[in-house]
């Protein structure tokens, strides 16, 4: 595994103008770091969840005139696609890591799993870190804190999943650039691992597994 950490040329590309310059510094700079993470990762997803993950490292295929304002490897149990499965997703925006657990608005069963958090409410309130986070689309870099949450306000967001067609829930955990480099290649891989083991119960939940 020859993972390098991520430094501010990294976070950078998001700064570079027109598509083509964009995607061409993505492609060199970053998508490798991305694989090697996949590869890394995939193991320790596939034992934490009991399913095998696939490996699915952005390609923003279908775009044509406006560059990518972030990007990603996913984990999922399909080897062609995961954003009709709940799945596990680390990435970046220009500002900061993401580290997710999402179901998004591809998933055919989001009203089934909207049933099933909303019916663990409790317990997720509870088990999930105050300085974790929500968010309702995957589009956008904007949050909310656990700790700022009302449990009433996080079953809306579940509700919302069961009876909205757009709707999303991701959560999980961001790290700022800044910490993000000072933490280093061994210190960012420690942190995902600690995310990852919060957020896979809410897989579990999605998926009805035991």
């Known amino acids: 595994m020859n993972f390098t950490g991520f430094n501010n040329e990294d976070f950078d590309v998001f700064l570079i103008d027109g598509l083509d310059a964009r995607m061409d510094a993505l492609k060199e700079t970053i ?35 406006n560059p990518p304002k972030d990007t990603w490897v996913a984990f999922a149990t399909n080897p062609r696609g995961y954003k009709m499965l709940p799945h596990f997703q680390i990435g970046l925006w220009n500002t900061h890591l993401f580290i997710w657990f999402a179901v998004i608005y ?9 049933e099933r958090l909303a019916k663990k409410l409790n317990k997720i ?19 909310i804190k656990h700790g700022q949450l ?59 597994m035991k």
């Open 31 to 65: 998508r490798p770091k991305l694989e090697s993470l996949g590869q890394y990762f995939s193991p320790t997803l596939s034992a934490l969840t009991g399913d095998e993950m696939f490996v699915h490292v952005a390609k923003h295929a279908r775009r044509t005139i």
């Open 106 to 114: 591809e998933a055919p069963q989001k009203q089934e799993i909207g």
């Open 125 to 143: 309130y509870k088990e999930i870190p105050k300085d974790f986070v929500w968010s309702v689309d995957h589009m956008k870099p904007d949050i």
């Open 150 to 208: 009302s449990k009433n306000e996080l079953l809306s967001c579940f509700e919302r999943l069961q009876h909205v067609k757009k709707a999303e829930i991701l959560c999980g955990y961001v790290v700022n650039r800044d910490e993000v480099i000072q933490l280093g290649p061994e210190g960012l891989l420690q942190q995902i691992d600690k995310v990852f083991n919060k957020v896979a119960p809410l897989y579990k939940l999605a998926q009805n």
